[in-house]
């Protein structure tokens, strides 16, 4: 079990932490796998859809980052074959860190 302190310390790094900026996923349209990358605005929040194929099995991916106004990731989201799963939340990151705290 870690200590208070050093779950408060991956907390602190969370927060400060924008993650890969939306710039840089756009660099990977270069890469043979990648077929298509859109970058936009919705509900306050810019999003990157990344549409690539597995490259042992072929299969569609589609890859969604979702940043706030500041650029800063939020949530990253995966589809293959049209069923959508959750990668990564910060929200629920911190909130999974901090219950950690409190129990």
Do not use: H
Not at 39 to 45: A, H, I, N, S, T
């Amino acid at each position: 079990m870690e200590s208070t302190e050093a779950i408060k310390k991956k907390i602190a790094r969370l927060l400060a932490d924008k993650g890969v900026p939306p710039f840089f996923l756009a660099d990977n349209i270069s890469l043979a796998n990648y077929d298509e990358i859109n970058l936009y605005k919705r509900d306050g929040m810019i999003i990157v859809d990344m549409y690539c194929r597995d490259l042992d099995t072929d299969v569609p991916m589609m890859f969604r980052y979702k940043y706030d106004m500041n650029e800063v990731l939020i949530r990253t989201e995966m589809t293959i074959g049209g069923r959508e799963s959750l990668i990564w939340d910060k929200r629920e990151e911190i909130e999974g860190l901090w219950a950690q705290c409190q129990g």
